[in-house]
């Protein structure tokens, strides 16, 4: 089992859509990486995470650590949002900054 | 655009041979991760520099080496090249544990 799993894998919606994308790990943890990459490979950080809720634009993330889950929405979603969505998260028990990732969901907004 | 750079973009090799990227850190971070990313798949930790000292390392074997320069920039090798090390790589800088900075990521084609 991985450290980090997400839900959905692939998730297919029509613009305007309220997306969610869930993410769950069995570590502790010191910080938790909402990411997007685009077909191509470049990667971008949305959220860094540690308690609570961020919102950026259309973008909300919120963490439950007690519980050990993550939920990124997006809301009013648009086809520019087609993208992989990826969760990592850093470990309270390695040193540095290293990340472990959960495997993406594969968004697809369609107009 | 992260300030963060990877070369050469695309690469193709065959089995056995030896291969050297780079990686240039966004102005004023100290530390530098690599990260393989198999097709389909999330990324997986390779090893991390902090002030030129290795700073944690994943599972992955002897013939991945890296260095980090006193500009802070990067270099990954890899040796004896397998099949199997066809991958994006990703270099992501940091200022210590700080949110992580990815570059676009040099596509690597082992034949």
């Known amino acids: 089992k991985n450290e980090v799993e997400q839900s959905p894998q692939n998730l297919t919606a029509q613009e305007g859509e309220f997306i969610t994308i869930n993410c769950s790990y069995s570590v502790g943890i010191s910080a938790l990486h909402w990411l997007q990459q685009h077909p191509g490979g470049g990667i971008v950080s949305l959220f860094m995470?540690?308690?609570g809720k961020k919102k950026h634009g259309r973008l909300i993330a919120t963490i439950n650590i007690q519980e050990k889950h993550s939920s990124l929405h997006i809301t009013a979603s648009h086809p520019r949002d087609s993208a992989v969505y990826i969760c990592a998260v850093r470990s309270d028990r390695t040193s540095g900054s290293r990340l472990t990732f959960g495997e993406g969901t594969q968004l697809t907004v369609n107009p | 655009e992260t300030g963060v750079t990877q070369s050469p973009t695309h690469l193709i090799k065959t089995r056995g041979q030896q291969v050297t990227l780079r990686c240039s850190s966004q102005?004023?971070?100290?530390?530098v991760s690599w990260y393989q990313q198999a097709l389909g798949q999330g990324p997986q930790f390779i090893f991390q520099?902090?002030?030129?000292?290795?700073?944690g390392r994943g599972n992955f074997p002897p013939r991945f080496s890296g260095l980090q320069f006193p500009n802070y920039s990067s270099e990954l090798n890899v040796n004896a090249l397998e099949l199997d090390d066809s991958a994006l790589y990703l270099c992501?800088?940091?200022?210590?544990?700080?949110?992580?900075?990815f570059g676009p990521g040099t596509r690597l084609t082992v034949l």
């Open positions: 995470l540690s308690s």
């Open positions: 520099y902090y002030r030129e000292e290795e700073n």
């Open positions: 102005s004023g971070h100290n530390t």
């Open positions: 992501a800088s940091s200022l210590g544990s700080d949110t992580q900075y």
